[in-house]
């Protein structure tokens, strides 16, 4: 579990978190919701400790993450797995040695333990092994998220961080990476805090939505919830299509 | 102030390239690429340039030194001295600043954009451990080699002009690149090469790794790179002139 208390951050005088609480939970798929420029990637940033907070505390399982020297994060960070917006893939690797890396880096296992557990992992994303040897600029935007994935669980972490997995990709494959996701955090237990605008996804997978406006937690719940919810600015920005405001009136 | 900010930024990142690698087996296995990557793939470039040079200054110094009071060595003495006091070091250094200073710039420029560092972060990994010291190391043991190898080559040059043209004789050239020998020059030429070496790496792992924004600034960060590492080509060849040969 992570818990965020009253975290504030500033970047030049600009106050863009203000005092920020929320509990994310294991084994769920935790959201951060929010317009753009609302401040959830700086929250999601800060969760991580790409950003240094003002004040407040960021707690992993109990561990404050802002007391922490250097060389802690490191050690905590190796309980971290991520997926990123543009799956930050090493183009100088196959797929295979992107994800066989994080377990050269970390992992006292032999090579042929490291070669099984690349190998369980790319399976469990569903890639076939005919593209473990390609790079990545030579699969598409689905298959590059699902090796992101793939790499992100190699260690097998107790938390997963993803900001904005479908960005660039179309509805179907979104709907298939969003599954996955949510699969993975059930069956390995881990602590996911997905970054996304993207309402399908919260419709689909949102097991506790975490909502930013302007900077401050405006709304805790989930998916069921959100549709008997009454906040302007949560409304306005989930059910801002026709399609969803049809969809919310069927559910009341 | 940018000046101050900005070299306070290089030594705190120094500080975290000169630490003991996380995995030692994975500094080795990127060692032999950056090895090759930048040293023997700047090869061609060095072949080239140093034949060239080498030639060039061997017809423009016999053509200055018409005189019948000079030794007709003059010419392959001269050519010599330029060579491993200045050519082989310094100017071929300015140039692989330019090759090899761009490329690391732009390689760690784009993994910084392309989020690939911050992934490396988020493992745990010393990233710019991993990243800069292999091509650090690399290039420092490459550069004195290619620094040798160009002595070489701009004296084959120069010799070249003798079988080719009537413009001055192989035995009196032969005789000019070994008449008053001071082997201390070949040393002080090495000692630059590894101080510019250092130099074009580390001053263009700086701004590569401190890129941000898309494409146009990973082209600003390489120019930068190329630039100031330039620059201090410059500086550090007259330090260190002052130093070994005054």
């Known amino acids: ?252 | 102030m940018g000046l101050i900010s900005d070299t306070g930024k290089y030594v705190l990142l120094m500080k975290r390239v000169f630490q003991v690698p996380d995995r030692g087996r994975m500094f080795f296995r990127q060692f032999p690429k950056e090895l090759d990557k930048l040293g023997l793939q700047s090869l061609p470039i060095v072949v080239i340039i140093s034949v060239f040079i080498g030639a060039i200054m061997t017809i423009q110094t016999k053509l200055n030194s018409a005189n019948p009071l000079l030794p007709t060595y003059t010419t392959g003495l001269v050519t010599r001295d330029t060579l491993l006091l200045e050519f082989s070091s310094t100017i071929m250094c300015l140039i692989l600043a330019g090759k090899v200073g761009s490329n690391i710039a732009s390689e760690i420029g784009t993994m910084r954009i392309t989020e690939q560092i911050d992934a490396l972060e988020i493992m745990g990994v010393n990233s710019a451990n991993y990243l800069i010291l292999p091509k650090i190391v690399a290039f420092v043991v490459m550069m004195p080699f290619l620094v040798i190898f160009s002595m070489g080559l701009g004296l084959v040059g120069g010799y070249l002009v003798g079988v080719f043209t009537n413009i001055i004789t192989t035995a009196d050239y032969l005789k000019g690149i070994q008449y008053a020998f001071v082997p201390y020059y070949v040393f002080y030429s090495v000692v630059k090469s590894l101080v510019f070496a250092y130099l074009i790496s580390s001053v263009a792992a700086f701004y590569g790794y401190y890129s941000y924004g898309g494409a146009l600034d990973v082209g600003k960060s390489s120019t930068n790179a190329v630039v100031n590492g330039s620059i201090l080509i410059l500086f550090f060849n007259l330090l260190i002139t002052n130093l070994m040969l005054n």
């Not at chain 1, 797995?81 to 994800?99: I, P, T």
């Not at chain 1, 390609?134 to 997963?160: D, W």
């Not at chain 1, 719940?221 to 399609?243: C, M």
Request: net charge negative; charged share 25%; aromatic share 8%.
């Open chain 1, 1 to 252: 579990m992570i818990e965020v208390k009253n975290v504030d951050k500033s970047f030049d005088g600009n106050h863009v978190l203000k005092n920020v609480s929320a509990v994310f939970e294991t084994g769920k798929t935790n959201m951060i919701i929010g317009q753009s420029g609302s401040g959830k990637t700086v929250l999601m940033k800060s969760i991580i400790g790409l950003h240094r907070i003002d004040n407040g505390r960021i707690e992993y399982d109990g561990r404050n993450l802002p007391d922490m020297r250097m060389s802690d994060i490191r050690l905590l960070r190796r309980e971290v797995g991520m997926l990123f917006q543009g799956s930050a893939l090493f183009d100088s690797m196959s797929v295979l040695e992107n994800v066989m890396y994080p377990l050269e880096m970390f992992s006292p296992s032999s090579k042929d333990e490291m070669m099984d557990r690349a190998y369980f992992c790319l399976k469990h994303v569903s890639l076939e092994e005919k593209s473990f040897g390609l790079a990545p600029s030579e699969i598409s935007g689905g298959m590059q998220k699902r090796v992101a994935i793939a790499r992100a669980i190699a260690l097998q972490p107790k938390y997963l961080f993803c900001d904005e997995p479908n960005s660039g990709l179309d509805p179907k494959t979104s709907l298939i990476i969003d599954k996955l996701i949510h699969e993975i955090t059930h069956e390995f237990g881990i602590t996911t805090i997905i970054n996304s605008h993207d309402m399908n996804s919260v419709m689909e997978i949102g097991e506790n939505i975490i909502f930013i406006e302007k900077g401050e937690k405006a709304w805790q719940g989930n998916k069921d919830d959100i549709f008997h919810v009454d906040n302007d600015a949560l409304n306005n920005f989930v059910f801002a299509s026709e399609l969803f405001k049809k969809v919310k009136r069927t559910n009341q």
